[in-house]
């Protein structure tokens, strides 16, 4: 039969590392620490497969795309693009694994609607030929088309869903859709539908469900009257297709024009830094020239003295009678040739004063020519950065301009997009709606004929020996005499009811239905999404809590046979596991070991915390 194949699962943002895990077409196993996004991923695949919500964890800030890549039965690549929080899906008949900014070649809802035709539900089961299968959904026969959901729980296993008091058979517990369910499980291991069968309300049936019928109609009503366009789903989705395209067109030169407004807004302070920094050297160099410039007059003043001086005392010398200029002495107490030698003392004293200040002087000069240039220099680099800052508030203006005119209109095209998706959220919600009263009047209607309802005894046979081989090949203790209670829904093993069992036990149980129901429906060539995905199937320890059932404890033998099995399923198998697996798994499966640290891969999310 026709089976779906998972190759990756891809969170993108527009300035985000890629979040990554590539899966392998047979077995591929996720395991360690607890907290780094294991259970996420699981979560997410669901959501891709028209899930109604996913919690966003914090590492998932400014991820705007999730891609999950599928093979289709006939061997092409299927992209599945879906945002956060929206019920929009767009599909890629492409294997895409980055950020997308194409056209898409289809779009469709997450919410599955019996009235469209436009649903991912439907699409999916068209190319598995399952687009025409009818199941019961009431005891009185009558019936609704097969959903994808219907198949998803029993091939995708959360967490929560696989210690949970739910039996693995149903998806929700709730009364009004067992029987659809149990309808689910007679298809897979029968592969028959149920006939579409004529039925009519009953006035039983048309009392009991007036009340919320009429309360069904006015919220309808309640919710058009807010509508505020007449556009059809296509329509808008067309319409959002193109705003998207829009969006992008705009962002990137958005984009482009705030970095290149960050860059010249950091040049001009750069400059303006520069230009502070001339000014200060500036004033320095001033000051200095100032001073040494006072310096150089006056080593000038001190040389035209001392020449004066020599010259005066020389003339002094040869002509003046009577005492001495240079000592004092009366004529009658000078010695011959008196004048004459301090006239010659004289001159030697001025002469090496001369020499001294112009050696001061001749040492001065090529500092104050340096200081001359450096001034130049500097006066003619500061008028250069001012012109330069000039120039820069010049082109931060025009982009302030370009960016404010960019941002508006990406701002109206965020608007616009709200108003469509709003729209589509409200056309969606109207035909749940519609969907729900259509089932309101179609319960409790009697049937001219009642189908079969339940499996064939030889049938229930094998498929509880395909269990029993499971939980045999596991090694799991206290499980013998494994059955199916299709009165109950519920899993028996060792004399007990699977609710009945500790949470260890519970886990292994619901992890051993899902493979053996996947085991029973390849082996036989009977519908099946082709692949299981299994959040904590083998858990073998756990805090002990006040309501904990008493049972048998979970080897490690368990957890190496399961995963010893495990490496023959038929089909693809997704693992997800808090310990390490065997080392012959390591080197046979794709497998991830999220560390939680900074040594190897800390999580799904390059961003991690850890």
């Known amino acids: 039969m026709s089976e779906l194949q998972l190759t990756h699962l891809t969170y993108c943002g527009a300035d985000r590392p890629p979040a990554q895990i590539i899966f392998g077409p047979e077995l591929t196993v996720?395991?360690?620490?607890?907290?780094?996004?294991?259970?996420?991923?699981?979560?997410?695949?669901?959501?891709?497969?028209?899930?109604?919500?996913?919690?966003?964890?914090?590492?998932?800030?400014?991820?705007?795309?999730?891609?999950?890549?599928?093979?289709?039965?006939?061997?092409?690549?299927?992209?599945?693009?879906r945002a956060p929080d929206s019920n929009s899906i767009f599909l890629y008949y492409a294997d895409l694994r980055a950020y997308v900014t194409e056209m898409p070649d289809a779009s469709v809802t997450a919410v599955h609607n019996a009235r469209s035709r436009n649903s991912l539900s439907i699409h999916m089961l068209r190319e598995l030929g399952l687009d025409e299968v009818l199941i019961r959904k009431n005891e009185a026969g009558g019936t609704r088309p097969l959903a994808l959901a219907d198949l998803l729980h029993l091939a995708l296993v959360t967490e929560n869903r696989m210690v949970g008091d739910v039996p693995p058979v149903l998806r929700t517990g709730t009364a009004n859709t067992r029987t659809a369910e149990l309808s689910v499980m007679r298809f897979l291991v029968t592969g028959e539908g149920d006939p579409a069968v004529d039925t009519g309300p009953n006035a039983g049936q048309r009392r009991v469900h007036k009340g919320q019928v009429q309360l069904l109609d006015q919220l309808v009503l309640d919710l058009s009257s807010k509508l505020r366009t007449q556009e059809n789903e296509r329509q808008l989705r067309d319409r959002h297709i193109r705003i998207r395209t829009a969006l992008d067109e705009q962002s990137a030169p958005l984009r482009q024009t705030n970095e290149s407004h960050r860059e010249a807004v950091d040049a001009r302070m750069e400059t303006a830094r520069q230009l502070a920094a001339l000014d200060e050297r500036l004033t320095e160099v001033s000051d200095l020239l100032s001073r040494f410039k006072l310096l150089e007059a006056q080593y000038r003043s001190d040389l035209e003295r001392l020449a004066m001086v020599n010259e005066a005392g020389s003339i002094l010398g040869y002509f003046k009678v009577g005492a001495c200029p240079f000592c004092g002495a009366e004529r009658e107490h000078q010695q011959p040739n008196h004048r004459l030698e301090e006239t010659t003392q004289l001159h030697t004293a001025v002469e090496a004063e001369a020499a001294k200040t112009t050696a001061l002087l001749a040492d001065l000069l090529p500092t104050i020519s340096d200081l001359d240039g450096e001034?130049?220099?500097?006066?003619?680099?500061?008028?250069?950065?001012?012109?330069?800052?000039?120039?820069?508030?010049?082109?931060?203006?025009?982009?302030?301009?370009?960016?404010?005119?960019?941002?508006?209109?990406?701002?109206?095209?965020?608007?616009?997009?709200?108003?469509?998706?709003?729209?589509?959220?409200?056309?969606?919600?109207?035909?749940?709606?519609?969907?729900?009263?259509?089932?309101?009047?179609?319960?409790?209607?009697?049937?001219?004929?009642?189908?079969?309802?339940?499996?064939?005894?030889?049938?229930?046979?094998?498929?509880?020996?395909?269990?029993?081989?499971?939980?045999?090949?596991?090694?799991?203790?206290?499980?013998?005499?494994?059955?199916?209670?299709?009165?109950?829904?519920?899993?028996?093993?060792?004399?007990?009811?699977?609710?009945?069992?500790?949470?260890?036990?519970?886990?292994?149980?619901?992890?051993?239905?899902?493979?053996?129901?996947?085991?029973?429906?390849?082996?036989?060539?009977?519908?099946?999404?082709?692949?299981?995905?299994?959040?904590?199937?083998?858990?073998?320890?756990?805090?002990?809590?006040?309501?904990?059932?008493?049972?048998?404890?979970?080897?490690?033998?368990?957890?190496?046979?399961?995963?010893?099995?495990?490496?023959?399923?038929?089909?693809?198998?997704?693992?997800?596991?808090?310990?390490?697996?065997?080392?012959?798994?390591?080197?046979?499966?794709?497998?991830?070991?999220?560390?939680?640290?900074?040594?190897?891969?800390?999580?799904?999310?390059?961003?991690?915390?850890?």
């Open 30 to 81: 996720i395991y360690g620490t607890s907290d780094t996004g294991k259970s996420f991923i699981v979560k997410s695949i669901e959501y891709m497969l028209g899930g109604a919500d996913l919690a966003m964890v914090p590492e998932s800030e400014g991820y705007t795309q999730i891609l999950l890549g599928l093979l289709m039965p006939n061997g092409s690549p299927l992209t599945l693009l």
């Open 375 to 610: 001034q130049t220099a500097l006066m003619n680099r500061r008028v250069q950065a001012q012109s330069d800052i000039g120039v820069w508030d010049q082109i931060i203006e025009e982009l302030e301009g370009g960016i404010a005119a960019l941002r508006s209109d990406v701002e109206d095209l965020v608007e616009e997009r709200s108003v469509v998706e709003r729209e589509l959220e409200l056309q969606a919600r109207i035909a749940e709606l519609d969907d729900k009263k259509s089932r309101l009047v179609g319960e409790g209607a009697v049937a001219t004929t009642r189908p079969t309802q339940h499996i064939p005894t030889a049938t229930l046979g094998d498929f509880d020996s395909i269990l029993q081989q499971t939980l045999d090949a596991w090694q799991v203790p206290a499980a013998d005499h494994a059955e199916y209670d299709q009165y109950y829904a519920e899993i028996r093993a060792g004399g007990r009811k699977r609710i009945e069992r500790g949470k260890g036990m519970r886990s292994v149980l619901h992890s051993a239905f899902t493979t053996a129901l996947a085991r029973f429906c390849m082996d036989r060539d009977l519908h099946h999404l082709g692949f299981v995905v299994l959040d904590s199937p083998v858990v073998t320890y756990r805090d002990p809590e006040p309501d904990d059932i008493d049972d048998v404890e979970l080897t490690s033998t368990v957890v190496d046979r399961f995963y010893k099995d495990m490496l023959s399923f038929p089909g693809q198998a997704i693992i997800i596991e808090n310990g390490d697996p065997p080392t012959k798994v390591l080197s046979e499966a794709a497998t991830y070991h999220f560390t939680g640290t900074t040594s190897g891969r800390a999580g799904f999310f390059p961003t991690s915390r850890h």
